[in-house]
Antibody, heavy 118, light 111 residues
Framework: QVQLVQSGAEVKKPGASVKVSCKAS????????ISWVRQAPGQGLEWMGW????????NYAQKLQGRVTMTTDTSTSTAYMELRSLRSDDTAVYYC???????????WGQGTLVTVSS | QSVLTQPPSVSAAPGQKVTISCSGS????????VSWYQQLPGTAPKLLIY???KRPSGIPDRFSGSKSGTSATLGITGLQTGDEADYYC????????????FGGGTKLTVL
């Protein structure tokens, strides 16, 4: 069965960086893209960007351009999302999701809580 | 402020039907497929509908989706207490930035 398993919770200080991993199993990793979606406490969903697991092409949300980098390691079927220059309003649960097509996400990781606090 | 507009809350009794609307524009819903997600408390979102009206395997036919112009609708029939959740619509926005956009979410209460 398809599974996306994410790394554990992180606590970071403002200005620091965080890197979250998402290990995929149960399907051919390079056949689907991976998107990252975050959710601030009590808020809605915010798409952060997408990476092709086939060729590494990326498309980042305009709001996060310059602060976010998404990568993949096809040898371990793992996707990574790094967010730099963290601010308090980056505190959120970060999800990876398999991109079925056209912005539809059919499998999701369990989420990783990132807390930014001094 | 979300790009797609959803009502903050809807409610209905068990066994009844409810609809949740999602309003956008020609740069998003008007020219792209819409998806719907269910998020139970403390869990990751779950895909209910994609390509406007298709259900993934395992999603019961109590859930349906439709689109007309720049609006989309999620319908849920035979409401169950287990349907109490937040529901989100999502689609591509093919404006300058080409991002995926979501609605602000609708809290469904089954009375």
């Amino acid at each position: 069965q398809v599974q996306l398993v994410q790394s554990g919770a992180e606590v970071k200080k403002p200005g620091a960086s965080v890197k979250v991993s998402c290990k995929a199993s149960g399907y051919t990793f390079t056949s689907y893209g991976i998107s990252w979606v975050r959710q601030a406490p009590g808020q809605g969903l915010e798409w952060m960007g997408w990476i092709s697991a086939y060729n590494g092409n990326t498309n980042y949300a305009q709001k996060l351009q310059g602060r976010v980098t998404m990568t993949t390691d096809t040898s371990t079927s793992t996707a990574y999302m790094e967010l730099r220059s963290l601010r308090s309003d980056d505190t959120a649960v970060y999800y990876c999701a398999r991109d079925l097509r056209g912005g539809s996400f059919d499998y999701w990781g369990q989420g990783t809580l990132v807390t930014v606090s001094s | 402020q979300s790009v797609l507009t959803q009502p903050p809350s809807v409610s209905a009794a068990p066994g009844q039907k409810v609809t949740i609307s999602c309003s956008g524009s020609s740069s998003n819903i008007g020219n792209n497929y819409v998806s719907w997600y269910q998020q139970l408390p403390g869990t990751a979102p779950k895909l209910l509908i994609y390509d406007n009206n298709k259900r993934p395997s395992g999603i019961p036919d109590r859930f349906s989706g439709s689109k007309s112009g720049t609006s989309a609708t999620l319908g849920i029939t035979g409401l169950q207490t287990g349907d109490e959740a937040d529901y989100y619509c999502g689609t591509w926005d093919s404006s300058l930035s080409a991002d995926v956009v979501f609605g602000g979410g609708t809290k469904l209460t089954v009375l």
